[in-house]
């Protein structure tokens, strides 16, 4: 995009305006994904602020060869996987790590998504992760199958069964809950 | 039973937004890291050329089209017909490119404007700036002025992505950027189609085979110089109209910043 290709240039050259508008123009997006990927609020904010943290740490040598959306995206795509794996060191086994208590979400929140989409949200954290991410990287992220699959170093064919069996399973966990 | 395409639509409408706290605390934190950033960095007052003085020009339009939108093409769309128009006017020897731009249907669009001399000099007129381009020992010196107090401001502009662009890639012409540029397979198609209005009009017509923005060249077939290059994104109603002019070669004062400064 122009208007990115710009701000980079000018973020290169210490324009704190520019930066402030990729954070805005991002931010929202960013966090969805994230909280989508982690399953937490307060982590996927963490991860947002270090994705922007490190952009700007490392903007004068950063070159914008595709869409900055999808840089972005892939960071905080990186960054939840290892927030994933560090959790799993934690509890030991991955699988533990995946069920997250309800309450470990802010109730305001879950008050404001409604009872479908916390119903939903609790779902995404039961599938296995590989699953999780190609469906949200696809719907939410909007990465291609092709994307999805240079990011998780499989054939596109595993990350469109990936996905189908994602949604077959988040099918399945809502309906059980219905 | 939820059917599939519901629950795509629910993953759909999962939107969070941050909070007022977050914001400062992530703006407070990037603020300082760019700060910091531009401490260790070297500032870039002057742009290092490695390519021959004379591929500029080519550099200029086709950084452009690179930038606005070639840049998401890959590789497969060199054909020989465009690499002759890309040649041509590499040998061009002055020129007068109109550009206007604009990043979405709401936004005016800007108007900026480029000449180069005979002897590889660019004046750039941007916004209420004046931006003067010259080289010497293979090194671009570049210098702002306002257009009203003519006093030195910063260069920082549309016109930053083409000095950007030949400080740090140094090849300048059409295939060696497209080819830099990461493809993926088969993503570019370029149509060539004779106008029905003017045997003397080609028009190659660049197209994304995934995404909707597209670019479109006019260019001479006698002259083989491009005279028009637009282009659009549907999707954010990005667009850029550019508009080549070779009738005018300017005088030398034109392009010296000195002369403009003391006028």
Same mark, same amino acid.
Request: negative net charge; glycine residues 6%.
């Given at each position: 995009?122009?208007?990115?290709?710009?701000?980079?240039?000018?973020?290169?050259?210490?324009?704190?305006?520019?930066?402030?508008?990729?954070?805005?123009?991002?931010?929202?997006?960013?966090?969805?994904?994230?909280?989508?990927?982690?399953?937490?609020?307060?982590?996927?904010?963490?991860?947002?602020?270090?994705?922007?943290?490190?952009?700007? /740490?490392?903007?004068?040598? &950063? !070159?914008?060869?595709?869409? @900055?959306? $999808?840089?972005?995206?892939?960071? #905080?795509?990186?960054?939840?996987?290892?927030?994933?794996?560090?959790?799993?060191?934690?509890?030991?086994?991955?699988?533990?790590?995946?069920?997250?208590?309800?309450?470990?979400?802010?109730?305001?929140?879950?008050?404001?998504?409604?009872?479908?989409?916390?119903?939903?949200?609790?779902?995404?954290?039961?599938?296995?992760?590989?699953?999780?991410?190609?469906?949200?990287?696809?719907? /939410?992220?909007?990465?291609? &199958? !092709?994307?999805?699959?240079? @990011?998780? $170093?499989?054939?596109?064919?595993? #990350?469109?069964?990936?996905?189908?069996?994602?949604?077959?399973?988040?099918?399945?966990?809502?309906?059980?809950?219905? | 039973?939820?059917?599939?395409?519901?629950?795509?639509?629910?993953?759909?409408?999962?939107?969070?937004?941050?909070?007022?706290?977050?914001?400062?605390?992530?703006?407070?934190?990037?603020?300082?890291?760019?700060?910091?950033?531009?401490?260790?960095?070297?500032?870039?007052?002057?742009?290092?050329?490695?390519?021959?003085?004379?591929?500029?020009?080519?550099?200029?339009?086709?950084?452009?089209?690179?930038?606005?939108?070639?840049?998401?093409?890959?590789?497969?769309?060199?054909?020989?017909?465009?690499?002759?128009?890309?040649?041509?006017?590499?040998?061009?020897?002055?020129?007068?490119?109109?550009?206007?731009?604009?990043?979405?249907?709401?936004?005016?669009?800007?108007?900026?404007?480029?000449?180069?001399?005979?002897?590889?000099?660019?004046?750039?007129?941007?916004?209420?700036?004046?931006?003067?381009?010259?080289?010497?020992?293979?090194?671009?010196?570049?210098?702002?002025?306002?257009?009203?107090?003519?006093?030195?401001?910063?260069?920082?502009?549309?016109?930053?992505?083409?000095?950007?662009?030949?400080?740090?890639?140094?090849?300048?012409?059409?295939?060696?950027?497209?080819?830099?540029?990461?493809?993926?397979?088969?993503?570019?198609?370029?149509?060539?189609?004779?106008?029905?209005?003017?045997?003397?009009?080609?028009?190659?017509?660049?197209?994304?085979?995934?995404?909707?923005?597209?670019?479109?060249?006019?260019?001479?077939?006698?002259?083989?110089?491009?005279?028009?290059?637009?282009?659009?994104?549907?999707?954010?109603?990005?667009?850029?109209?550019?508009?080549?002019?070779?009738?005018?070669?300017?005088?030398?004062?034109?392009?010296?910043?000195?002369?403009?400064?003391?006028?």
């Amino acid at each position: 995009m122009l208007e990115d290709k710009l701000l980079v240039i000018k973020c290169r050259h210490g324009d704190k305006d520019a930066i402030c508008r990729i954070y805005s123009k991002y931010k929202n997006y960013l966090l969805t994904l994230a909280r989508a990927l982690v399953g937490e609020q307060t982590t996927a904010e963490d991860i947002v602020h270090d994705v922007f943290v490190k952009f700007a /740490k490392a903007v004068g040598q &950063f !070159r914008l060869t595709g869409s @900055l959306k $999808g840089y972005l995206a892939t960071c #905080v795509c990186n960054l939840a996987r290892d927030k994933i794996r560090e959790r799993a060191r934690q509890n030991k086994a991955l699988e533990s790590a995946e069920h997250i208590p309800r309450d470990s979400e802010n109730p305001e929140q879950l008050a404001i998504d409604g009872e479908e989409l916390s119903q939903l949200r609790l779902a995404i954290r039961q599938i296995p992760y590989e699953q999780r991410e190609a469906v949200i990287l696809h719907l /939410k992220g909007g990465m291609k &199958f !092709r994307e999805i699959a240079g @990011l998780q $170093g499989v054939s596109v064919s595993t #990350v469109h069964g990936r996905y189908r069996y994602g949604l077959d399973k988040l099918r399945s966990l809502l309906n059980s809950e219905a | 039973m939820k059917p599939a395409e519901n629950i795509e639509q629910m993953v759909k409408k999962l939107n969070d937004s941050t909070s007022a706290e977050m914001d400062e605390r992530v703006l407070g934190d990037v603020l300082q890291a760019l700060e910091q950033s531009q401490k260790t960095t070297t500032p870039k007052r002057r742009f290092i050329m490695k390519s021959p003085i004379t591929k500029f020009a080519a550099a200029a339009v086709i950084i452009i089209a690179v930038l606005i939108g070639i840049g998401h093409f890959g590789r497969n769309g060199s054909s020989i017909a465009l690499a002759d128009i890309t040649e041509q006017f590499e040998s061009v020897p002055f020129f007068n490119l109109t550009i206007y731009l604009s990043y979405d249907t709401s936004a005016e669009a800007k108007k900026v404007e480029i000449w180069k001399s005979g002897d590889s000099r660019f004046r750039v007129h941007e916004e209420n700036k004046v931006i003067f381009a010259g080289f010497s020992n293979g090194e671009i010196n570049i210098v702002a002025f306002d257009k009203t107090t003519r006093q030195p401001t910063n260069p920082m502009g549309f016109s930053s992505f083409i000095l950007e662009d030949l400080h740090s890639d140094g090849r300048f012409s059409l295939d060696t950027i497209i080819n830099s540029i990461p493809s993926e397979e088969g993503i570019t198609s370029v149509k060539t189609a004779y106008t029905a209005a003017s045997e003397e009009t080609v028009v190659f017509e660049i197209k994304h085979k995934e995404t909707p923005e597209w670019i479109s060249i006019w260019a001479l077939r006698d002259s083989k110089l491009p005279v028009r290059m637009c282009f659009h994104d549907p999707r954010t109603g990005e667009f850029g109209d550019f508009f080549f002019d070779y009738s005018e070669q300017k005088e030398a004062e034109f392009f010296d910043p000195e002369a403009f400064t003391t006028q």
